[in-house]
């Protein structure tokens, strides 16, 4: 194969791409937060005695998870719209999708990290007079957080990855910048690589911590 690898153009290429890269990263981060924060309020919902908060937690968790993310991003910017009267910009449709859909998962790892709590350390709060707000956040918490701690590292890379999608709602993340510089200068290979060099490094650490962290947790246990 007679290909000449054009290193002059990935360094003229760079600026733009690292404009990407802060964009993903302004998406990134939110999502994950945003998330946390509503899949915190899901789990309690789905461990609720009460009917009326445990079923609905339970659709959403369940329509979140078994539809494309892909098709979850468009529906909140084409559809959406339609149903709330107002127009969403690119990146806050993307946000949306991707904040929520993690929601979803995050739900999932809080109630099975709180349901690995036997049931004797609840009885033995509420005998102390604690109220169940009181007993998360003394007693069951602290427990757990260590445990979900490496599933919640996962995520946050899977979030990661998935960022990339909003590139077909035109945010002008990382993959955008990487799919219009390659179709502008027509070298896919040089432009493509980059990109995923650059992902790479932005996501690893997070694989090298949460590896850590497991092996750590293993050798407390």
Same mark, same amino acid.
């Given at each position: 194969?007679? =290909?000449?690898?054009?290193?002059?153009?990935?360094?003229?290429?760079?600026?733009?791409?690292?404009?990407?890269?802060?964009?993903?990263?302004?998406?990134?981060?939110?999502?994950?937060? %945003?998330?946390?924060? +509503? +899949?915190?309020?899901?789990? %309690?919902?789905?461990?609720?005695?009460?009917? &009326? %908060?445990?079923?609905? +937690?339970?659709?959403?968790?369940?329509?979140?998870?078994?539809?494309?993310?892909?098709?979850?991003?468009? &529906?909140?910017?084409?559809?959406?719209?339609?149903?709330?009267?107002?127009?969403?910009?690119?990146?806050?449709?993307?946000?949306?999708?991707?904040?929520? $859909?993690?929601?979803?998962?995050?739900?999932?790892?809080?109630? +099975?990290?709180?349901?690995?709590?036997?049931?004797?350390? &609840?009885?033995?709060?509420?005998?102390?007079?604690?109220?169940?707000?009181?007993?998360?956040?003394?007693?069951?918490?602290?427990? #757990?957080?260590?445990? !979900? %701690?490496?599933?919640?590292? $996962?995520?946050?890379?899977?979030?990661?990855? !998935?960022?990339?999608?909003?590139?077909?709602?035109? #945010?002008?993340?990382? !993959?955008?910048?990487?799919?219009?510089?390659?179709?502008?200068? =027509?070298?896919?290979?040089?432009?493509?690589?980059?990109?995923?060099?650059? =992902?790479? #490094?932005?996501?690893?650490?997070?694989? &090298?911590?949460?590896?850590?962290?497991?092996?750590?947790?293993?050798?407390?246990?």
């Amino acid at each position: 194969m007679d =290909y000449q690898f054009e290193f002059a153009l990935v360094l003229r290429s760079l600026p733009v791409l690292l404009r990407g890269l802060v964009v993903t990263i302004q998406l990134w981060v939110p999502s994950i937060l %945003l998330g946390l924060a +509503g +899949g915190f309020l899901l789990a %309690l919902a789905r461990l609720s005695d009460r009917a &009326w %908060l445990r079923l609905p +937690g339970l659709l959403y968790i369940e329509l979140f998870r078994d539809t494309p993310v892909l098709i979850q991003l468009i &529906w909140f910017f084409y559809a959406l719209p339609i149903l709330i009267g107002a127009e969403l910009s690119p990146f806050a449709a993307a946000l949306l999708g991707l904040a929520l $859909n993690t929601s979803a998962y995050a739900a999932e790892i809080f109630r +099975g990290g709180i349901q690995s709590i036997g049931k004797g350390q &609840w009885e033995g709060a509420r005998a102390l007079g604690m109220r169940r707000g009181q007993i998360l956040r003394r007693v069951i918490l602290p427990q #757990v957080f260590k445990r !979900m %701690l490496p599933a919640f590292t $996962n995520r946050a890379i899977e979030v990661a990855k !998935m960022s990339s999608l909003a590139s077909v709602l035109s #945010v002008h993340e990382l !993959m955008y910048q990487g799919r219009l510089l390659s179709s502008t200068y =027509y070298r896919p290979l040089e432009i493509l690589t980059t990109v995923a060099f650059i =992902y790479f #490094v932005l996501i690893y650490p997070g694989t &090298w911590l949460s590896a850590r962290i497991e092996k750590s947790l293993a050798a407390k246990a």
